[in-house]
């Protein structure tokens, strides 16, 4: 009987890459590019005049405009204090560092739902603050700070996540040294700190100005749902598809989908841009 003559190695070397690299591109183009290219497909669908309405329409600029006035707060919010939290734990060591560190990773682990409902609890008319604010003539809940408190929560993480490992891995000798030669606090970290972790805070506002664009769940529990005043523009295509009008949610969710693109986009870019031994 002929002995089998065994698989060359080299075969299964030059299959296995192209087989892989198939099985990406094909998974991508079904879960990713296919239904992003029937989202414009949709909103096209009735021609660029029906596009162009249901994105000019008053309740869709309320809710793109109220979009773009919490990506400008919350993400300037959390770059601040990602910064913040990363360079105190990464520089230095205090007691309730580990506390922390857990309670940056806290949004990341609750539900967005949750979240919301924490700041209903918080400052519902039925909630701990609720009266008093009531009798202030304040509005949290179903209104725009409510809106913008739930955003930041959501997105409280992800500039600080970022800095934290490139923080970490580059010590603190460079500001020890800059420290010991006379810089101020202010000066170490303009000069020092700030010009080494620049890709990574871009790399995390970016992010979190992508996450704070399609935030839902918690923005859902917070708003109310009021047309004009209180939808952002997951809200307000939520609200249109309900309605059967899938043509305007469509084009407003291409409109969603094209600025998340150029978040990707402009991300790209850095990642082009930065040196190599800076990309992680």
Known sequence: MPARTPARPGLLRRVWPAFMVTLTLTVVGLFLVLPLISVFAAGLGKGLGQYVKAIAAPDAVSAILLTLLTVLIAVPLNTVFGVAAAWAVTKFRFPGRGLLLTLIDLPLAVSPVISGLIYVLLFGRQGYFGPWLQAHDLKIIFAPPGIVLATTFVTFAYVARELIPVMQAQGKDDEEAALTLGATGWQTFMRITLPNIRWALLYGVIMCNARAMGE?????????????????????????????????????????????????GVKALMEARAPRAERH
């Open 216 to 264: 839902f769940g918690a923005v859902s529990v917070v708003s109310g749902h009021i047309r004009g005043l209180t939808n952002t523009m997951p809200l307000h295509i939520e609200i249109l598809y309900n309605e059967y009008n899938t043509t305007a949610a469509f084009a407003v969710a291409s409109l969603l989908a094209l600025m998340a693109l150029l978040t990707l």
